[in-house]
């Protein structure tokens, strides 16, 4: 092969891949769109705004997603997601509403490779011919594509809507940081602290504790289930698993729970508790029917919301206090007052509570004066909101 032709056959294989990556760049996909049409107007004027592409791979028409379109940006970003996700859409509508409330002009470009590495690689790819300034990793499939694929990448990476990183063996526990382009933030709280709230705090009379997980989601397996069963004997709590795959239509997650239900009916002090998966809130009806009056807490404060479909109460992160973290982070970085490498691994330190008092199950007469004193979220008996994000909303009664 001739000189010219290496340049040329070299040529046409960059101008491939970048088309490739243009051709890719499409939304969250049309559920994720028509979230943010519906939350825009109602936070702060954040505007969105769609764009049709077609892929090179299908020949269809998809659509781009984008946030804050300013004819004259201070800084690019991406978000690089691996589905759509009510969480992904809270946290990225969190993310660019602090971005607006702080002034800074950031276009965001929202990006969905529905599972797909290639594609995933391809629009990384893509945000580095356009020079992005950060691209934030949406969810912890993504963080992992990430932390494989593009550790020491050219574009800073912060992580948002992840779970634990050190537990993940993304991070050296001792150093606390990555020393690579990726800066680290964490969805989990110490599973200490949350067991001691449940155990010392709230249900102290507790025995039987059942996680309830989806056996897809290998990080809430690594984060939250394995840290759990390690602290039995310290709170003298039995915890059993119920692992679900609820893309199984022969999941048998009512036969598992009514099992536990069941376990000495006459022990009340035992309770269901929801690790962080979209999955799972998705289907927070069912488990609600089958835990009876066994009461339902989770992991993530994001699974209590108004009206029936909640889970009784949560501690931990909620979506929007670990998405404010990550856009700290990434503020950080581009304005050069940190390194994505030289940050420590963005812990919540203190555990957001939410409660729904229409899930309480019967027996449950009380709750500590100082959890609705805390409490980030709180529902009345009808499901109506009391405090929202730490405000207070209304005097109904309890």
């Given at each position: 092969?001739?000189?010219?032709?290496?340049?040329?056959?070299?040529?046409?294989?960059?101008?491939l891949c970048a088309f490739k990556a243009q051709a890719f760049e499409v939304g969250f996909c049309d559920r994720m769109f028509i979230a943010y049409q519906k939350v825009a107007p109602e936070h702060n004027g954040l505007?969105?705004?769609?764009?049709?592409?077609?892929?090179?791979?299908?020949?269809?028409?998809?659509?781009?997603?984008?946030?804050?379109?300013?004819?004259?940006?201070?800084?690019?970003?991406?978000?690089?997601?691996?589905?759509?996700?009510?969480?992904?859409?809270?946290?990225?509508?969190?993310?660019?509403?602090?971005?607006?409330?702080?002034?800074?002009?950031?276009?965001?470009?929202?990006?969905?490779?529905?599972?797909?590495?290639?594609?995933?690689?391809a629009m990384v790819t893509w945000a580095q011919l356009k020079q992005f300034d950060l691209i934030f990793s949406m969810g912890s499939k993504a963080t992992d594509f990430v932390s494989r694929n593009y550790k020491n990448?050219?574009?800073?990476?912060?992580?948002?809507?992840?779970?634990?990183?050190?537990?993940?063996?993304?991070?050296?526990?001792?150093?606390?940081?990555?020393?690579?382009?990726?800066?680290?933030?964490?969805?989990?709280?110490?599973?200490?602290?949350?067991?001691?709230?449940?155990?010392?705090?709230?249900?102290?009379?507790?025995?039987?504790?059942?996680?309830?997980?989806?056996?897809?989601?290998?990080?809430?397996?690594?984060?939250?289930?394995?840290?759990?069963?390690?602290?039995?004997?310290?709170?003298?709590?039995?915890?059993?698993?119920?692992?679900?795959?609820?893309?199984?239509?022969?999941?048998?997650?009512?036969?598992?729970?009514?099992?536990?239900?069941?376990?000495?009916?006459?022990?009340?002090?035992?309770?269901?508790?929801?690790?962080?998966?979209?999955?799972?809130?998705?289907?927070?009806?069912?488990?609600?029917?089958?835990?009876?009056?066994?009461?339902?807490?989770?992991?993530?404060?994001?699974?209590?919301?108004?009206?029936?479909?909640?889970?009784?109460?949560?501690?931990?992160?909620?979506?929007?206090?670990?998405?404010?973290?990550?856009?700290?982070?990434?503020?950080?970085?581009?304005?050069?007052?940190?390194?994505?490498?030289?940050?420590?691994?963005?812990?919540?330190?203190?555990?957001?509570?939410?409660?729904?008092?229409?899930?309480?199950?019967?027996?449950?007469?009380?709750?500590?004066?100082?959890?609705?004193?805390?409490?980030?979220?709180?529902?009345?008996?009808?499901?109506?909101?009391?405090?929202?994000?730490?405000?207070?909303?209304?005097?109904?009664?309890?």
């Amino acid at each position: 092969m001739s000189k010219g032709q290496v340049i040329l056959t070299l040529f046409f294989t960059i101008f491939l891949c970048a088309f490739k990556a243009q051709a890719f760049e499409v939304g969250f996909c049309d559920r994720m769109f028509i979230a943010y049409q519906k939350v825009a107007p109602e936070h702060n004027g954040l505007t969105c705004k769609k764009r049709f592409v077609k892929s090179a791979k299908t020949g269809r028409l998809k659509e781009q997603a984008e946030l804050n379109r300013y004819p004259d940006p201070q800084f690019n970003i991406l978000v690089l997601s691996p589905k759509w996700s009510t969480a992904y859409d809270i946290s990225t509508a969190e993310i660019a509403r602090d971005f607006r409330n702080s002034g800074i002009k950031t276009n965001f470009t929202l990006f969905n490779y529905e599972g797909n590495e290639i594609e995933a690689e391809a629009m990384v790819t893509w945000a580095q011919l356009k020079q992005f300034d950060l691209i934030f990793s949406m969810g912890s499939k993504a963080t992992d594509f990430v932390s494989r694929n593009y550790k020491n990448g050219t574009i800073p990476v912060v992580s948002a809507c992840s779970k634990d990183p050190i537990a993940m063996g993304y991070v050296d526990p001792l150093l606390m940081k990555s020393q690579t382009n990726i800066a680290y933030t964490s969805l989990n709280i110490n599973v200490d602290t949350q067991l001691a709230y449940i155990k010392s705090k709230f249900l102290s009379d507790l025995t039987d504790l059942a996680i309830i997980y989806d056996t897809n989601n290998t990080s809430s397996v690594v984060t939250q289930v394995r840290p759990f069963l390690s602290l039995q004997e310290a709170y003298k709590v039995k915890v059993s698993e119920i692992g679900v795959d609820l893309k199984d239509p022969n999941h048998n997650l009512e036969r598992k729970m009514q099992e536990f239900v069941e376990l000495d009916k006459s022990n009340q002090a035992k309770a269901f508790l929801v690790t962080g998966s979209s999955e799972l809130y998705e289907n927070v009806d069912l488990i609600n029917a089958y835990a009876q009056n066994v009461p339902v807490l989770s992991v993530t404060p994001s699974h209590v919301e108004g009206g029936e479909r909640s889970v009784f109460m949560a501690i931990g992160v909620s979506f929007e206090s670990n998405a404010r973290l990550a856009a700290n982070y990434a503020k950080r970085i581009l304005m050069h007052k940190g390194k994505p490498g030289e940050l420590p691994v963005g812990l919540v330190k203190a555990p957001d509570i939410a409660i729904n008092l229409m899930r309480k199950p019967d027996e449950i007469t009380s709750l500590p004066i100082n959890f609705l004193e805390d409490a980030l979220h709180i529902f009345n008996s009808q499901g109506e909101p009391m405090k929202v994000g730490g405000l207070i909303m209304s005097s109904t009664q309890l």
